[in-house]
């Protein structure tokens, strides 16, 4: 979608979790993704709104838990609000978790943007005894809150309503809120010595001078020689006179100034017993059970998705053979005709009755597990073993995406402040086999070699990970400071997975048919213009000679560069069978071409982000590490399986 | 004594963090502040500690074990 640059824009800000990108998709009709674990919004979701008949630019900015930031997500998000053109902010705050929402909502007021504030997750803190009150804390902060539970679109109308007032008013003024005197002092002077030059930045003097005093990196050399002398003296008065850098007393003043307005606002029922899901939590992150609970975890996702997937592909078969007997009749009619419409009926049937019935409760299983919040509990449960490997519980969030898609995982990598290990990070994502990869391994596990097979593939390649974990980072050092939130477990809302598994079946019925169309039609034209020969005979030497593979499987690889799954539809095509049961290949052969695939080269996709995100480099690593191991791996199977 | 070392179910008082700045930085932002109380909820003995800043609410954060054997505590009744 293109967007016009003459609209205003309104922000959403926050920090991770509070609900941002589900309040996002409320207010907009697009489906951003949205995730209880931090770091989901990575990319800029933007979309186009009408609030009573005006046009505005909405934006779902990373979460983050300062403006001070410490990854590459929260600098995102302070980049957008300093140097964009930012009408309102709608800062949400998770209702849970105020005195910590409010040290940012402070941050926010000080850059001078129009703002409201939504006091979000409703539901979560009336559940859990806390109550806010709406009027005193507009008292106290001097702007809009409105409550909402966007989860369920509560309070979402009074929330545009509001917005559209305030973005209509001339004036608004917000509370001021003054730091200790000799601290306020060196922010006055700071903003008057700035208030000597024009800056063409979004956010007040006010905002810049403590920027200036706090953080100074994130100012433009300009701005930071215009204020190092006072920065330097005033670093060293503070350290003096406080014991704490300039930073932290700032940030020490900032918090006191959340709780105390948290202490006048918010009354907390006391509770008689803890509620049944936080016991439940004990178990899910015992040091003994937590690991039972895991490994059942992985059990029982594994086999429905199984169970699922055959019970849905048994379902479909029925359809689709019904349409195949409509035009098989063609056949002694018109071959011609015939064998077009096969060949593109056969990539359809392909990818509806093999992929899809597998895609689609692996994607619906894995997001109602991630708005349970259990994600997190993983990556805590494995962060030992992850050390081992030389990352930290960090890379578990983007690891665990991975599984449905390197792209978001790529995204979410930047939740990792350290540069090196976000890039080691980011390198071995594309070996996680993704839902494209472990429908085509469900399916042919299925159809020929057994669910048993798929566990140890999956086993495999997380040892092949760990070791390439482990090479890359000898030359990394180590990692220290995991530092996540566990956020609240809670009780998922059945819509949001019924809604991801749907935007995720759109995308697949849009773009994944249509290459496979495309794929089907060019695959019957190079067959057709005997094309396919030199393509198979080039692949060749690889296929045949070394992996011990049928020649015509060649071609296919070609098409799982463009997307994963095309490679299962295009092997039907390609040798000619109708369905995988018949595949003329001994199951050996199978699981030696299923590693290959699995690992041997990031897709288009993914190598487009790699490159966006760090650089020819990490694409050119990623997929020679990918390449040696697909082939290595191939052999070990080949080897042990013959 | 550390984080690290610190009983679990117990409230605590962060008296020092010994680490460079960008870490301390980051657990400031996150709720661990010196001279405040923290209770460690759980000890992950193969992994990190988990702690919760009760005037933060309910949300727990997982803690390196490297990162909880810099923090210095003391028992707070
Ligand atoms: N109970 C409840 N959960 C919510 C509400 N709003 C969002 N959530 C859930 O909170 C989690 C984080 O939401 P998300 O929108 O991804 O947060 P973001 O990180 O701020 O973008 C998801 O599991 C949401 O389903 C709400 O009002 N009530
Ligand atoms: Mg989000």
Known sequence: ?642 | MTLSEAQTKTNLKITYIESDDDIRRKLLSMGIHINELLIKVNDNKFGPVLVLNPLYGLTKLALDRELAEKIQVEYEN
Request: glycine share 6%.
């Open chain 1, 1 to 642: 979608m293109k967007i016009n640059d003459k609209l205003r824009t309104i922000a959403i800000v926050g920090q991770p979790n509070a609900g941002k990108s589900t309040l996002f998709n409320v207010l907009s009709d697009t489906k951003a993704s949205t995730s209880n674990f931090a770091g989901t919004t990575v990319d800029l979701k933007q979309t186009i709104i009408n609030i009573y008949n005006e046009s505005f630019r909405l934006i779902d900015l990373p979460g983050s838990y300062s403006l001070n930031p410490n990854d590459k997500a929260e600098q995102v998000t302070l980049d957008y609000i300093m140097n964009e053109q930012v009408d309102l902010i709608i800062n949400l705050i998770d209702s849970t978790l105020l005195s910590r929402s409010l040290v940012m909502t402070v941050e926010l007021i000080e850059t001078g943007i129009p703002m409201i504030v939504g006091l979000n997750m409703l539901d979560e803190s009336m559940a859990h005894g806390i109550f806010i009150n709406k009027q005193l804390l507009e008292q106290e902060l001097r702007i809009p809150v409105i409550p909402i539970t966007a989860i369920f679109g509560k309070g979402v109308k009074n929330l545009i309503d509001e917005c559209s007032k305030l973005l209509s008013a001339s004036n608004h003024n917000p509370a001021k809120f003054d730091y200790s005197a000799h601290l306020e002092n060196f922010v006055v002077e700071t903003e008057s010595i700035l208030a000597t030059k024009t800056s063409n930045l979004n956010v007040s003097d006010r905002f810049l001078a403590i920027k200036a005093l706090e953080y100074p990196v994130i100012l433009g050399s300009d701005l930071r020689n215009l204020t190092s002398s006072i920065n330097k003296i005033a670093s060293e008065q503070i350290l003096k006179d406080h014991k704490f850098d300039i930073f932290e007393s700032i940030s020490y003043e900032r918090h006191h100034i959340a709780i105390k307005i948290t202490d006048k606002v918010q009354t907390l029922k006391s509770r008689h017993e803890r509620p049944l899901i936080e016991k439940l939590d004990d178990w899910l992150l015992h040091p003994f059970w937590g690991y039972v609970f895991l490994l059942l975890y992985f059990i029982l996702q594994f086999s429905l998705i199984f169970i699922l997937g055959d019970i849905i592909s048994k379902i479909i078969e029925v359809p689709l053979d019904f349409v195949e007997s409509l035009y098989t009749p063609l056949k002694l009619n018109s071959p011609f005709l015939y064998y077009m419409t096969n060949g593109i009926y056969q990539g359809i049937e392909g990818a509806i009755g093999v992929v899809l019935p597998y895609l689609l409760p692996l994607v619906l299983i894995t997001s109602f597990f991630e708005e349970t919040g259990y994600i997190s509990r993983v990556a805590f449960l494995i962060d030992g073993f992850m050390h081992k490997i030389g990352l930290h519980g960090k890379s578990v969030v983007p690891f665990i995406l991975g599984f449905g898609c390197s792209v978001p995982a790529i995204y979410a990598t930047r939740i990792i402040e350290n540069k090196i290990e976000r890039k080691i990070t980011a390198s071995l994502i594309p070996l996680i086999p993704c839902s494209a990869r472990i429908s085509v391994i469900f399916a042919l596990a299925a159809a020929r070699t057994g669910p048993l097979w798929t566990v140890l593939i999956f086993f495999y390649v997380i040892i092949i990970i760990a070791i390439v974990g482990k090479i890359i980072s000898k030359f990394s050092g180590k990692p220290i400071g995991l530092i996540l939130e566990i956020p609240n477990l809670k009780i998922p809302s059945l819509k949001i997975p019924f809604q991801k598994t749907k935007t995720k079946l759109m995308e697949f019925i849009r773009v994944a048919l249509l290459y496979l169309v495309l794929g089907s039609f060019i695959m019957g034209m190079t067959e057709y213009l005997n094309l396919t020969i030199y393509i198979n005979k080039f692949f060749s030497p690889l296929v045949s000679t070394i992996l011990g593979l049928p020649e015509q499987l060649g071609s296919t690889l070609i098409f799982g560069f463009l997307r994963k799954e095309l490679v299962i539809v295009m092997m039907t095509q390609a040798l000619g069978i109708s369905s995988l049961d018949v595949l003329p290949m001994t199951n050996a052969q199978i699981l030696t071409f299923t590693i290959f695939v699995t690992l041997y080269l990031p897709c288009l996709s993914t190598m487009l982000v790699l490159k966006r995100e760090f650089g020819r480099s990490v694409i050119l690593f990623s997929s020679t590490i990918s390449i040696i191991l697909a082939f290595l791996s191939a052999l070990v199977f080949k080897f042990i399986l013959t």
